[in-house]
């Protein structure tokens, strides 16, 4: 199965620059957050394959308008063609916002899916918005990662972990791909494609 994944900035290669060969093959497409709800729509009208999401820092604009035609997977373990696909969005808190969280409260939110990822047996890709902590992540508090990740890819072994949040155009010390264990991590900024055997 061949996924799209997508965040923090709109791509102009696909939303600009549309063309149906540019999303041909494409069976999935994942976004990671702090994406504009219309270019999510859009690519969903545009293809006829699922659009997923979680939010990103910047998503409280969803609550009024949400990106129509998508699947939230916050949560929750999203099942597409038997791969088993685990959404918990937001960033550290920094400041007031409603995808924000602190490490106590993000541990929380996983401790919660308990019953899922027993029912499941675990989980094949992890998407996040922001990445794992001291994995890809930044120094400042707004651009730090999570620990309860680091712990949920320690358990589970997923094949991927898919987030956004630190920005390629930061600096060179933000790469791309990673690996931590038998998890390949990939930061999903701009657009990036993968693929994961069903």
Known sequence: ??????????STYLWDHYEKSKL?????????????????S???TMTTVPVLYVHGNHDDRYERMPPEGCTCIED????????RILGLGGSMRYKNGLHQYTQQEMRRRVKRLWY??????????LVTHSPAYHLNDGKDLPHQGFQAFV?????????FFIHGHVHM???RQYKRY??????????????CVFEIEE
């Open 76 to 83: 929750q373990i999203y099942v597409y063609r038997g791969v």
């Open 1 to 10: 199965m061949k996924i799209l994944a997508i965040a923090d900035e709109e």
């Open 42 to 44: 859009f690519l969903v």
């Open 178 to 191: 990673d690996q931590y264990q038998d998890t390949q991590i990939i930061n999903a900024y701009d657009r």
């Open 151 to 159: 712990a949920l890819m320690e358990k589970y072994r997923p094949k």
């Open 24 to 40: 041909e093959g494409i069976d999935l497409i994942i976004s990671c957050g702090d994406l504009d709800p219309r270019y999510l």
């Open 116 to 125: 899922q990822l027993r029912k499941r047996k675990g989980f094949d890709i």
């Open 169 to 171: 155009s930061y600096g």
